[in-house]
């Protein structure tokens, strides 16, 4: 069964810094992407960051490049997500996602097959 679990959110003021962790369990994370996306009320679900598994290569949306950095440690089975110069606008439930395919792009939600429960993210101005 697989099982992503994220954790590491919380509330911060604008400008902070947090970083979230996701732990994956029964999945082999091979020659494909994993992601982090989010979704604040009232909003579709927003590709933040993709990371490929051989090589680390990755993708950003445009507001959060320059911002925020996706990591992968293979070994633990964790994907981080580290959140700079944290904004209002960057408030929402945070999801880690797991098993891309084609033909969605990686930042599109609907690529992926498994997904955490999330964690929230709160920045007050």
């Known amino acids: 069964q697989v099982q992503l679990v994220e954790s590491g959110g919380g509330s911060v003021q604008a400008g902070g810094s947090l970083r979230l962790s996701c732990v994956v369990s029964?999945?082999?994370?091979?020659?494909?992407?994993m992601g982090w996306f989010r979704q604040a009320p009232g909003k579709e679900r927003e590709g933040v960051a993709a990371?490929?598994?051989?090589?680390?290569?990755?993708y950003y949306g445009d507001s959060v490049k320059g911002r925020f950095t996706i990591y992968q440690d293979k070994a633990k089975n964790t994907l981080s997500l580290e959140m700079e110069r944290l904004k209002p606008e960057d408030t929402a439930m945070y999801y880690c996602?797991?098993?891309?395919?084609?033909?969605?792009?990686?930042?599109?939600?609907?690529?992926?097959?498994?997904w955490g429960q999330g964690t929230q993210v709160t920045v007050s101005s």
């Open positions: 996602a797991a098993d891309w395919t084609r033909p969605y792009g990686v930042l599109n939600a609907d690529g992926y097959k498994f």
């Open positions: 029964g999945y082999t994370y091979n020659k494909n992407f």
């Open positions: 990371i490929y598994s051989d090589d680390g290569r990755a």
